[in-house]
């Protein structure tokens, strides 16, 4: 399991992943799961992942490679989509793709052909956009009434969005957002586990201001998350 939020603002984009696989728990591993994409000046994109760990990593290495164009004779990749709406379409075939070369023989293994994807960014003379991408390829855009997206484990990290987050929560405080839902998620959730990866792209800057992996030892996170517990603590304990 694994849990990755997206959230969109009026100044920015802020999207957050944890790094823990498991397979049992006597088998976790740490696998990177925000994966960014970048052309200087030109194109800036991040890209995260929850499901099946081989399903997720087949679509980022046909994505990488490009799949061929029947019409063009090239190779489409996220470097050349002309626009994110199109980016976002070539992970969806990406997915289908993968999962008709891999689905029977993942079926006949009783194992669920399952992922989901996260996708955001912005590309010159497009604007900033949050996708989410399912299963089946189809996928869903982040809008003003719901300026946040989430895939895996996302029922601990939800409340604090829902009450904090609107397009015109400042870029810092979104950031601040993510970080707390996603501690949320850590206290409740053992399938879900540091290190964390994190990214922030101010809109039209076309460069990450931030991109940081958080350690199980960072001081500003765990002060973080003290203050947050103890500000719940006080609050319950003023309500009558």
């Given amino acids: 399991m694994t849990y990755c939020c997206g959230i969109l603002v009026r100044d920015g984009l802020v999207m957050i992943a944890d790094t823990r696989t498991n397979a ?39 994505l990488n490679e490009g799949m061929e164009n029947p019409a063009t004779g090239e190779l489409d990749t ?14 969806g075939q990406a997915i289908r793709r ?16 399952d992922v989901a994807f996260l996708f955001g960014g912005q590309i010159k003379g497009d604007k900033l956009r949050l996708y ?14 719901t300026p946040y997206l989430q895939i895996g484990e996302h029922k601990y990290g939800k409340p604090i969005l829902d009450r904090v987050i609107t397009m015109q929560t400042p870029l810092a ?23 964390l990866d994190l990214t922030v792209l101010p809109r039209d800057a076309y460069a990450f201001s931030e991109q940081t992996r958080i350690e199980p030892d960072d001081a500003g996170f765990r002060q973080l998350s003290d203050a947050w517990s103890t500000a719940l603590r006080d609050a319950f304990q003023t309500i009558s």
């Fill in 24 to 62: 049992g728990l006597d088998n976790i591993s740490t696998f990177r799961k925000l994966h960014v994409i970048r052309e200087p000046g030109q194109r800036v994109m991040a890209l995260s992942s929850s499901g099946n760990l081989s399903i997720s990593q087949s679509v980022l290495a046909l």
């Fill in 78 to 91: 996220l470097m050349n989509a002309p626009t994110m709406f199109q980016a976002a379409q070539r992970i």
């Fill in 98 to 113: 993968v999962h008709d070369i891999e689905g029977h023989a993942l079926e006949a293994s009783d194992v669920r052909f």
């Fill in 132 to 145: 989410m991408i399912y299963t089946a390829g189809n996928f869903i855009e982040c809008t003003v009434d």
């Fill in 173 to 195: 405080e979104a950031r601040k957002a993510a970080l707390l839902s996603m501690d949320s998620t850590l206290r409740s959730n053992l399938s879900v586990g540091m290190p």
